[in-house]
């Protein structure tokens, strides 16, 4: 009966370990990837959106793991990090855009259950991630006329 019950709580205990083992998510230049390859006219219509038009500076870098890839769009400018689904879908109708001067917490503790708000360590996270292993772009106010 003992050796049952310890086989049986040992599996319990393991089975959690099991199911959410994933792996570590991998990054990448958005220009390597074909689902991401249009970031530039992405970009270009993000801003006509947002009706900017000065030159406009931005980090871009994908990241993929076991629930697919996405890329993150930093403007600089505009000081937003934005979560992109790829070439299929507009940077506008992104449902995850963070505002630096608004979205943005000191720490964990601040968050208070929030689900929009980021803590400056995450922000800071993303930009080395940024520098690490995405691209530059600069948009002109040229490529931004109609």
């Given at each position: 009966m003992f050796k049952w019950f310890g086989v049986a709580a040992m599996a319990a205990l393991l089975a959690p370990l099991g199911a959410s083992a994933q792996s570590a998510p991998s990054y990448f230049k958005l220009s390597s990837n074909p689902d991401f390859a249009k970031y530039r006219p992405a970009l270009v219509d993000y801003l006509h959106s947002q009706h900017y038009r000065k030159v406009a500076h931005f980090c871009v870098f994908g990241t993929k793991d076991d629930s697919g890839a996405t890329a993150t769009v930093i403007w600089l400018d505009g000081q937003q990090i934005i979560d992109w689904g790829g070439n299929d879908s507009a940077l506008a109708d992104?449902?995850?855009i963070v505002h630096l001067k608004t979205d943005v917490v000191p720490t964990e503790n601040d968050l208070h259950g929030s689900t929009y708000l980021v803590t400056r360590k995450w922000v800071k996270d993303q930009q080395t991630l940024?520098?690490?292993?995405?691209?530059?772009v600069q948009i002109s106010a040229a490529d931004l006329k109609p």
């Open positions: 992104s449902t995850s940024c520098k690490q292993n995405g691209e530059t």
